[in-house]
Nanobody
Framework: VQLQAFGGGLVQAGGFLRLSCVVSGDAMRNYIMGWFRQAPGKEREFIATSSRGGGSTSYADFVKGRFTISRDNAKNTIYLQMNTLGPEDTAVYYC??????????????????WGQGTQVTVSS
């Protein structure tokens, strides 16, 4: 399975972006999907995860209701809607897939397949 993330870019503080991640090589419905990010000089951190059917989601505390993870298994695509962005959200954003894990997995070690990342830059 391969993942390709896109949708990043440059946005002003207070703005929004929607990231997409397309899964190929297997049916996305078989995978728990997650979004992570890595800011310059920092470790990669968990953002959100979605169960295989999309009915269960979990978020990092810093999301504070600003981000929404969703998925369309028919299109093999996972999304991350990001609203009210701030400069602290500047990072490379990664999608990840976990075929064998449990719903709600937040640790990056559990995700065996990763996309290439898409840069999000928020200007103040």
């Amino acid at each position: 399975v391969q993942l390709q993330a896109f949708g990043g870019g440059l946005v002003q503080a207070g703005g929004f972006l929607r990231l997409s991640c397309v899964v190929s090589g297997d049916a996305m419905r078989n995978y728990i999907m997650g979004w992570f990010r890595q800011a310059p000089g920092k470790e990669r951190e968990f953002i959100a995860t979605s169960s295989r059917g999309g009915g269960s989601t979990s978020y990092a505390d810093f999301v504070k209701g600003r981000f929404t993870i969703s998925r369309d298994n028919a299109k093999n695509t996972i999304y991350l809607q990001m609203n009210t962005l701030g400069p602290e959200d500047t990072a490379v954003y990664y999608c990840a897939a976990d075929r064998f894990g449990r719903t709600g997995t937040t640790t990056e070690e559990a995700y065996r397949t990763w996309g290439q990342g898409t840069q999000v830059t928020v200007s103040s």
